[in-house]
């Protein structure tokens, strides 16, 4: 079929390689610099199989503006011919119209937001008031879906236009999926078990039927660990005990429920000062499965020691408290609030943690905030399941190496690997690095003089340049250090931690439209990946530093892992690859198509060591009179 655009540089071989892949039911990890088209290159392979062999595409994105991206190729294949519905599907935090007049379904989390929708549902089915929005979607029936699968639109878009017609897009856009041939979401609605569950059987499809294609696939794995860890905080418990109290609520055993709180919070902050070193802000738990005599305490010994208990009645105890919760929730879904019970919460948590006994997680205690927390160490608990799928194209432009992201997300070892070098001008990007400064956490927290350098360096490469420029750099903690030291006679758009996504778009195009701005964000967050600076709306990028993880438990209980499951290669997963790719995400801003240009500078003199990954980069002493001249070349 014809396509929207001609093929320009690799694209062609692109699209065969992928159309191969999936034709022969393999799976394709590919790497493909920023700005090659990769998006409009994996639809061009897959949308042909799917339409020939009735099968359907799952495209899983990160963040909002790459799955606008999408959206816009998918409109594109249209107009050449490709007769395909699509939908881009998003949770009630975004489309859900009704929360934006009630004050308890807007304050609620995702989980509460799923009750009360739930409860409006059934109250609009009875003919009672229930959600407005969902009583027109029941009258329009399957002419509403006919309807509404006929064009392909944003996530916003669709809400927007939805909620003008009357009619709840969250639920509407439940009954596309049926009918759509692609369906675009964010990883968690695939990678979460319950929630694939639920979208295929809104799909009316199995696995086996599915092309996933998995965009900025570098963040899979991080994304997968995260998701499978949780924790639990003091704060969490001390709101349980305010709770627990407002209701007057007691175990079976006439025991008060905010003793046996009383006795969790005890037992976290007598863990936090044995297993913390000083100056550190975690602790590494032994297992719960170590012997009851040991003198090392665990959570459980500790509970049992100060509670005078036994670990089954600790286990009976903490699904009573689940139950309770259950108990509140109703009870406040019934009179109209968001059902939230944090005694419920913290009995959840307890229940899980007694009764896991995996061996791919570890269990910290932390501060900032006092918590309990188990970490999962292997993605490969979320995304094991892929290669039950009919194949999987997983893409990004910082994938290297290949076999590391193949093994750690456990696509098979057939699974095709290609990469693919930039088709731009070599003249239109100059990469280098600064040879006398560096962020090294020793160096800097031994020598105050090194700080002062980069501080010096930072302002000297900003206030000589006339152009956009980003400084990224490895964490919030820096990001927010170096502002305070700056003297910059030029506009500051800065990223934060939690920005609400609209906020930070909102920054993002004032960013744009500036001429002589500084964009300040982190290697790893939204600013500094899945996002398009094109033209002259970035020309520059500093990179401050190496992203290398911050050293503690957690990072040497992962290297560890790491070091067991492939084959003594822990340092390389866990500690340099995810440094180099965030690195070289934050680099791939700069230059975006063939007419681009853009210098890139790496305030480290560690980067010398990333040529492999980085061929092009060169070290300088003097760096004002390199940006000129690339400049005026």
């Not at 007049?101 to 229930?130: A, H």
């Not at 092309?211 to 994304?223: G, K, Q, S, Y």
Request: proline share 5%.
């Amino acid at each position: 079929m014809k396509l929207p655009y001609s093929p320009r540089g690799n694209q062609p071989e692109i699209i065969d390689r992928i159309n191969s892949a999936i034709r022969h039911q393999s799976h394709i990890v590919l790497e493909s610099p920023t700005g090659s088209g990769k998006t409009f290159c994996s639809l061009a392979a897959v949308l042909p199989i799917a339409i020939e062999n009735n099968l359907r595409i799952v495209y899983c994105v990160r963040t909002n503006s790459q799955q606008k991206q999408v959206v816009h190729e998918l409109q594109q294949f249209r107009k050449v011919g490709y007769s395909i519905s699509a939908v881009a599907f998003q949770g009630r935090e975004s489309l859900c119209p009704e929360q934006k007049y009630d004050n308890e379904l807007k304050r609620s989390n995702w989980v509460e937001k799923s009750k009360i929708c739930k409860s409006l549902k059934t109250q609009s089915r009875m003919g009672e008031s229930g959600c407005r929005f969902y009583r027109k979607l029941l009258r329009g029936g399957d002419s509403l879906v006919k309807k509404w699968s006929s064009d392909i639109l944003t996530a916003e878009k669709f809400a927007e236009q939805a909620e003008e017609a009357g009619i709840c897009p969250y639920e509407l856009n439940k009954l596309i999926l049926k009918e759509a041939k692609v369906v675009i979401v964010p990883y968690v609605y695939f990678f979460e078990e319950f929630i694939r569950k639920f979208m295929l059987g809104r799909m009316g499809v199995s696995l086996d039927e599915v092309i996933v294609v998995v965009d900025e696939a570098h963040n899979l794995p991080d994304w997968s660990r995260n998701a499978a860890s949780e924790s639990l905080t003091i704060e969490t418990i001390n709101r349980a005990v305010v709770e627990s109290n407002k209701y007057g609520l007691q175990l079976a055993d006439g025991r008060h429920t905010t003793s046996f709180l009383n006795i969790v919070e005890a037992s976290i902050e007598s863990l936090s000062d044995y297993h913390i070193p000083d100056n550190e802000e975690e602790g590494l738990l032994p297992s719960h499965l170590v012997s009851p005599d040991s003198e090392v305490p665990t959570f459980e010994t500790e509970m049992m020691s100060l509670g005078k208990t036994t670990l089954y009645n600790l286990k009976r105890d903490s699904s009573e408290i689940v139950k309770m919760g259950q108990l509140i929730r109703q009870n406040l879904l019934d009179l109209g609030k968001r059902p939230r019970s944090y005694v419920g919460s913290v009995g959840d948590f307890l229940c899980r943690w007694l009764d896991s006994v995996e061996s791919y997680s570890i269990r910290l205690v932390g501060n900032d905030p006092r918590r309990l927390e188990t970490v999962c160490l292997d993605p490969r608990v979320m995304t094991g399941f892929l290669d039950s799928t009919a194949g999987v194209v997983s893409m990004s432009g910082t994938l290297s190496p290949l076999k590391m992201f193949r093994d750690l997300v456990g696509l098979r070892p057939d699974t095709i690997l290609k990469k693919y070098g930039s088709t731009f001008p070599r003249d239109n990007k100059k990469m280098v690095y600064l040879k006398d400064v560096t962020t090294s956490y020793a160096e800097l927290n031994s020598k105050p003089q090194v700080w002062d350098k980069l501080v010096e360096r930072l302002d000297l490469i900003t206030n000589s340049f006339s152009g956009n420029i980003a400084l990224f750099f490895p964490s919030y903690r820096l990001l927010e250090s170096a502002l305070e030291k700056l003297n910059l006679a030029k506009p500051i758009y800065c990223e934060y931690r939690g920005m609400k996504q609209e906020e930070l778009m909102h920054t993002v195009e004032s960013f744009k439209s500036e001429s002589g701005a500084v964009l300040a964000g982190v290697m790893g967050g939204r600013l500094a990946e899945g996002i398009d600076y094109p033209d002259s709306s970035l020309e520059m990028a500093v990179i401050v530093g190496i992203p290398y993880p911050a050293p503690g438990v957690r990072q040497d209980a992962l290297q560890h892992y790491y070091d067991i499951s492939f084959d003594g290669r822990g340092w390389e997963f866990a500690v340099e690859s995810p440094a180099i790719r965030k690195l070289l995400q934050a680099a791939g801003r700069v230059v975006r198509s063939e007419t681009d240009k853009g210098f890139i500078i790496i305030t480290d003199n560690r980067a010398g060591r990333f040529l492999e990954y980085a061929p092009e980069l060169e070290a300088v002493d003097d760096i004002v009179p390199e940006i000129h001249s690339f400049f005026e070349a």
